[in-house]
């Protein structure tokens, strides 16, 4: 006679019971994790601020766009002083206003870390993440900062009449290697917008792209609001100026 042995009903159970605890602390896990990284771009945004208004205080002009900076500075490349941080187009591995604004504050002491001031290999808008410009610690994902005429006049998809100024862009590199992709979900851009500004897409300083990130229809329709429920991502730029 042969005894066959097995899990009885009550060790199934509690098996199962173990597995929907570990799947449950997982899923938690990653939701605190990703809220952590939100966090993090918030509070990077207003540590950048505080940075550059503090350089401007102190130098009385912008970080990369410093008209003396090489007096300070051996390293440094003497912007041209007009208040506009500005990415002229030098071509690949040359200075520009923008990547000159990480290496200028990272040298003032400012920042953390060490940036060349120069763009990468790619062209003249080339972040290589951690070298020329900072991590942003989510998603592959970096900081870029320029001067931008009206938004409408340069790029499709963006609301009309959105002010031109000094902002910063978080997100994985393009194909021409600017940090300035789709990143954020539009009920996570809602959570920056809302702690970083006034939660509407198209206004203050705080502007996210229309296009599958809103209700809006068109870029003439600045009354939308976030589409909670899409998953598309959404492109942003944080005014700083």
């Known amino acids: 006679m042969r005894i066959r042995s097995g899990f009885s009903l009550v060790e199934l159970s509690i098996v199962l019971v173990i597995l929907g605890l570990l799947t449950g602390g997982i899923l938690s896990g990653q ?22 208004y503090s350089f401007l ?16 500075w051996s390293s440094a490349v ?29 040298a003032a002491g400012l920042i953390e870390g060490n940036y060349t001031g120069i763009s990468g290999s790619i062209g003249y808008a080339d972040c290589t993440i951690g070298v020329n ?10 900081w870029a900062v320029r001067y931008r005429d009206t938004v409408d006049s340069e790029e499709s ?36 917008d809302m702690k970083l500004d006034d939660g509407r897409p198209a206004f203050g300083k705080f502007i996210t792209h229309w296009q599958g990130c ?25 005014f700083f100026d």
């Open 31 to 52: 939701s605190l994790i990703r809220a952590a990284e939100l966090r993090r771009v918030s509070t990077d945004s207003d540590r950048y601020k505080a940075a550059t």
């Open 57 to 72: 205080d102190q130098h009385r002009g912008l970080p990369g766009d410093l008209k003396n900076a090489a007096s300070f």
């Open 78 to 106: 003497n912007g041209d002083g007009n208040g506009q941080i500005y990415m002229a187009n030098n071509g690949a591995n040359a200075a520009n206003e923008s990547f000159q604004f990480w290496h200028q504050l990272a």
């Open 133 to 142: 410009c900072p991590d942003a610690k989510i998603d592959s994902a970096g």
């Open 157 to 192: 998809g963006w609301y009309t009449g959105t002010p031109a100024g000094n902002m910063f862009f978080v997100g994985p590199r393009s194909v021409a290697g600017s940090p300035q992709m789709r990143l954020f979900i539009p009920q996570e851009t809602w959570a920056l």
């Open 214 to 238: 809103t209700d809006a229809v068109d870029g003439t329709d600045v009354d939308s609001e976030y589409a909670l429920n899409s998953t598309s991502k959404c492109r942003l730029r944080i």
